[in-house]
C-alpha cells in the first residue's frame, strides 16, 4: 500500500501541463456556437415558430404540438449540421447533478434509417425514472416521470448530443427536480415585485431574478486522489494531520496560478464559451489548491442551468488534465473549505436593477423599498432560508472560521444603514417636512460613489448587499443553487405581497400613495432591525448578541431541514403555488435520506480503511519497534538497554494504545448504525446519526491523525495532507 503512495507522488512530480487548443484566437467568434439560441432560431425557425418559443420565454405561453413540430424540425436541422446523432431530456432530480437519456435521432423507413424529431419528443419524454429520489410521493405502481421542456433555458450540443433542459414531474404532477419549484418561485417574484413596480412606473410589466454565482473547488492531481479512498468515495479526506504549513501565510489567494491548473481553466473556459456560459473571473482561493470560477450574471433559470452544466464540464475536463476536482465543501479539516455564494438581484423589462441605488428621488425609493423588504423577508424566514443550504456538506463548513454562523443575519453597510436609520427617526414622532424628504432622497443619491467602495464589505455575513445586489455567501459549493433561490424568491415574493396589501390598504383609507408606502417602509425597517448586522459574523460576541435578539442559531442538519414542515413555511409554499405540502415532505425526506446516507457511507469508509489500511500499517511499524528492541536487549548489556530503550517502549505502548482505540471505537461506530438503522422515521434516524454516528467519525480520526505523527513515513499509505495540499 504504501508503495501506492510513493508511487502516485513520482507519478506527479513527472506530470507536465496538458496541451490546450483554443476554438479560435477571439472568445467573440465561438460564443454561443453550441446553442440554439436567438439568432439560430432565427434563421432555423419559421417566423411564426420563432414568436411562439420568444412568447414563452418572455409571457410564459405554452407551445402547442403543430408548433412544437416546427420548432423540433429547425432545432433537429441545426443539431444535424453541427455534428449531433443523439438528443436528451436533461434534468435536475434531487440528487446532486443532473441526469440524462440519450436516444438516436434514427428510426427505420423503407429504405434503411433517416433522422428524425418530432414536437412530442423535444415537449416531453418519460425517462425510466423508478430510481431517482421522490420522498414516497411516487408508489412503484405510479413510479412513471416525466420530463418536460423548458424553453426558457436554450438547448445546447453537449459532445454529440442535442441537450434539452426540462423539469421533471412525477405521473401525478408533483415536482421531483430543482427547476420545477424554481420556475414557479421565478414567476412568483416576478409577479409579486412587478405589482409594488406599478407605484412608481406604469411601464414595468415584469421582473427577473438574476443569479451570478461564484464557484469555489479543489483540484487534486488524480494519482494522489486515487491512493485516498475516502477521497473517491465521499469527496472529504475523513482523516490526515494537518500540514505544518497550510494557508497561515494567505500566500495562496489571488497568487499566481500554476501552470497546469491554467491550462485546466483555459480547457474549461474554452467549452463553457461554446455554450454560451459567461464565464469571467478565475483565481486562486484562499487555501492552497482551491480555486474559483464566476461568470457574469444571467437570469436565474438560465444562470443556474449553466451552473450545473459547468460543474460538470470541469469534472470532465479536469480527467483531461490529470486532476480530480472536489466540490465538497469541507474536503479538508483545519482549512478553508468552498462555498457558492449566489449574488441576487431583481431587474425590470425597462432594464432598471431594483437593488441599485437610484440617481433621483423615485429611483432611490424604489431601492429602498425593494431592499427593506428583502430586509423584512430574510428577517421572517431566516429558518427557511438556513435550511435551504443545509445539508451535511455544508454543515462542517458553516460555523467553522471561514464561513458564517449558523445564524442568518443581513449585512447593509454603513450607507444604506444610515439611510434607514434617517427613515425610522424621520416618521418616528412626527411627519417629515417636503425639505426633510427631499433632503433624505438627496441624500440616498449619493449612495453610489460610497457603498461601491469595496472598503465597504464584509465577508463573515451569510447575506450581504454588496453595492447592487444580494449575496447569500452561506450556498455550499456542491449545492443545486435552486434550492437556496427557490427560497430565497419565495419569501420576497410573499413579502411584497403582504407590502402591497398593506401599502393599498392605507390608501385605500386615503393616504397618499408616497406617504402610504413611507410609513410601511418604516414599519418594515422597525420589524426587521434584529435581522440587520453589520460587525463580525464570526466573533463570540456576535452568537450573545443574536440570542438577545431572538434570532435562531441552528447549527445541525436535522433541525435546520424541520423549518421546511413549519406550518408558516407549508403556508408560503402552498399560497404562491411553489410546491404543495405533499411535495414538501417528499423534498424533505430526501434531504433526510441523502444526510443518512453521507453519514453512512463516511463511517463505512472511515472504518474499512481504518481497520484495513491503519492498523496494518501501525502493526507493521510496531514489530519493526519490538524487533529493535529485541535486538537490543541481545547487543546490549541489561543497564544499557534500560537507558536506550525506554523511549522505544514508549512508543510501542502508544501505538497499542491508538490500535486499540481506533479498533474499540471502530465497533462502536458499527452499533451505532445498528441502532440507528432500525429507527423508524427518516427524521428520527437523521437525528441518530447525527449524534451518536458522527461523533465517531472525529473520535476515531483523532487516533489515525496521531498515528500519522508516529508510524514511519515511508510505511504510510495514504497521500498526507501537505502533499495533497502543496504537490502539484
Ligand atoms: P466578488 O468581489 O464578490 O468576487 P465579482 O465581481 O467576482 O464579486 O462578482 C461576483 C458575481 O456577482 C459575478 O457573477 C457578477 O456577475 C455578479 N453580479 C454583479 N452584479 C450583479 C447583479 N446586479 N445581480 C446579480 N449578480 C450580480
Ligand atoms: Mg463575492
Redesign the pocket.
Known sequence: MAHFRLKALEEVLNRKPEPFVREDNLVSNYYGRLVFDRPKMKKYLSKEAFNAVMDAIENGTTIDRKMADQIAQGMKSWALENGATHYTHWFQPLTDGTAEKHDAFIIHNDHGVIEAFSGKLLAQQEPDASSFPSGGIRQTFEARGYTAWDPSSPAFISETTLTIPTIFISFTGEALDYKTPLLRALSAVDKAATAVCQYFDKNVTSVQA?????QEYFLIDEALYMARPDLVLTGRTLMGHSSSKDQQLDDHYFSSIPTRVNRFMQDVENEAYKLGIPV??RHNEVAPNQFEL????EEANLANDHNQLIMDIMQKIARRHKFRILYHEKPFAGINGSGK?N???LSTNTGV?L?SPGKNPKSNILFLTFVINTLKAVYDHQNLLRASIYHAGNQRRLGANEAPPSIISVFLGTEVTKMLDLMEESVTDRKMTPDEKTALKLNIGRIPEIILDSTDRNRTSPFAF?G??F?FRAVGSSANCASALIALNAVMANQLIDFKEKVDQLIDKGTKKDEAIFQILKQLIIDSKPVCFNGDGYSDNWIKEAKKRGLSNVNNVPEALSAYLRPETIKLFEKLEILDQQELHGRVEVEYEKFIMKIQIEARVLGDLAINHIVPTAVQYQTTLLQNVKYMKEVFSAEEFEQLAGARMDLIREIGKHISSIKAKSKQMVDARKKANVIPGAIEKAKAYDQTVRPFLQDIRYHIDKLELIVDNELWPLPKYRELLFVR
Open positions: 438574476n443569479l451570478g454565482w461564484e469571467k473571473t464566476a461568470p457574469i450574471f455564494h449574488n441576487w438581484s436593477n437593488y454588496t447592487n445586489r449575496e
